[in-house]
Nanobody, 122 residues
Framework: QVQLVESGGGLVQPGGSLRVSCAAS????????IAWFRQAPGKEREAVSC????????HYADSVKGRFTISRDGAKNTVYLQMNSLKPEDTAVYYC???????????????WGQGTQVTVSS
C-alpha cells in the first residue's frame, strides 16, 4: 500500500525554524518527484518546493526561496523540508505528494499525505 506520512509540524515564533518530514511506505521515494504543497485557511493549495527523481534537482516557490530547503534521505525513504526565517504568512497545512516529475500543478500528483500543521505566531 502506497502511503505518505508527514510529521514535524508545530508552533514556532516568527524568525524561527522547523523541519517537516515526509516518510514513504509501499514505494521508493527516490523513483518519484516529491513536492511539498501548503494550504492556508481560505486560500488555494500552493506548491512550495519539489525535488526531482532523476537528478535531485530542487525547485522553490519565490515566496520561500532562500528560506526553505528540500532534501531526500534514500536510506530512510524520507523527504524533508527545512524551513528557516519563518513568517506568519507561512502558516498552513503542509502536504507532501508524489508524481513522475516536478510540477506546480497539484493535479499531476496522485499520492498525498494527510498533512501537518505549521503555525508561525508570537
Amino acid at each position: 500500500q502506497v502511503q505518505l506520512v508527514e510529521s514535524g509540524g508545530g508552533l514556532v515564533q516568527p524568525g524561527g525554524s522547523l523541519r517537516v518530514s515526509c516518510a514513504a511506505s509501499g514505494f521508493t521515494l527516490g523513483y518519484y518527484a516529491i513536492a511539498w504543497f501548503r494550504q492556508a485557511p481560505g486560500k488555494e493549495r500552493e506548491a512550495v518546493s519539489c525535488i526531482s527523481s532523476s537528478d535531485g534537482r530542487t525547485h522553490y516557490a519565490d515566496s520561500v526561496k532562500g528560506r526553505f530547503t528540500i532534501s531526500r534521505d534514500g536510506a530512510k525513504n524520507t523527504v524533508y523540508l527545512q524551513m528557516n526565517s519563518l513568517k506568519p504568512e507561512d502558516t498552513a497545512v503542509y502536504y507532501c505528494a508524489a508524481a513522475g516529475e516536478c510540477s506546480y500543478y497539484d493535479g499531476l500528483y496522485d499520492s498525498w499525505g494527510q498533512g501537518t500543521q505549521v503555525t508561525v505566531s508570537s
